[in-house]
């Protein structure tokens, strides 16, 4: 039978309280084996300690339980064009590239890690290494204090790959400009590594230098920018990523 926040039955009481209860455990601690999804209800995992349970609703906990910290996590989204990599915001209509991380957008792309995703995997996420919101690609939100500290402290060492859509005449020695540091809006950019994957496609590979310089680093070359994807942070790539959807970083992946 269905939980509900807000039951009807008088009797109901929050599925902490109920565990804590029958178990003999502290409140924290039962708290921390539905966190953990450790707890079912009713034969289902139930992951919501302020849910509310009836008298007649079975309450167990799983075989394995135990109290070991949920360690932080590190996400990948494939992020679609137009979206912010801000929090939503009341009366915003710009949609968040935040309200794609849910379980159901979990990608079956290879066996994430943990398996089964918690909902304190979703808080106090940060995105890292900014995006246009007008580009697509390669977005890490992380909860991971050296992830975090990786692509802040050390993004300038970070490379990330980028492929631009482009339309018009690139100037003489376009590539080579690039390479020594072209200059733009009055600053000299650090080189910049590009390469034409066709006719209307650039690979740029930047090292400090951020996404958003692309657009007038194009202009600058006598190029119009059509559309931009992130293509790879580091050693971690899209790859078969699906649009809209994220997946766990694995633990032997490094940046």
Excluded at 20 to 37: L, Q, V
Excluded at 202 to 221: D, G, H, M
Excluded at 230 to 248: D, H, M, N, V
Aim: charged share 25%; with cysteine; proline share 10%.
């Amino acid at each position: 039978m269905p939980l509900h926040d807000q039951d009807p039955d008088p009797h109901s009481i929050r599925l902490s309280k109920r565990l804590a209860t029958e178990t003999g455990c502290s409140r924290a601690e039962a708290e921390h084996y539905i966190d953990a999804g450790f707890v079912t209800v009713d034969g289902q995992v139930q992951d919501t300690p302020g849910a509310r349970v009836r008298p007649d609703q079975a309450v167990a906990l799983q075989p394995g339980a135990n109290l070991k910290p949920i360690q932080p996590v590190t996400l990948l989204l494939h992020k679609p064009a137009g979206y912010s990599l801000r929090l939503p915001q009341p009366g915003r209509d710009t949609p968040s590239a935040a309200s794609l991380l849910t379980p159901g957008n979990l990608a079956d792309v290879d066996t994430p890690q943990p398996v089964h995703p918690l909902p304190r995997h979703f808080r106090h996420q940060q995105f890292l290494l900014p995006l246009p919101r007008a580009a697509s690609g390669l977005v890490v939100y992380s909860q991971d204090p050296r992830i975090i500290r990786r692509l802040t402290e050390d993004a300038d060492l970070v490379e990330q790959e980028c492929l631009a859509e482009v339309r018009g005449q690139m100037v003489e020695d376009g590539i080579a400009l690039l390479a020594k540091g072209l200059y733009v809006e009055d600053d000299r950019l650090p080189p910049i590594k590009a390469s034409w994957q066709n006719e209307t496609h650039l690979r740029f590979a930047l090292k400090r230098v951020a996404p958003e310089w692309i657009a007038p680093a194009c202009t600058a070359l006598g190029l119009e920018l059509v559309a931009l994807k992130r293509l790879r942070i580091g050693r971690i790539s899209l790859g078969k990523l699906p649009e809209g959807q994220w997946r766990y970083l694995q633990g032997f992946e490094r940046f």
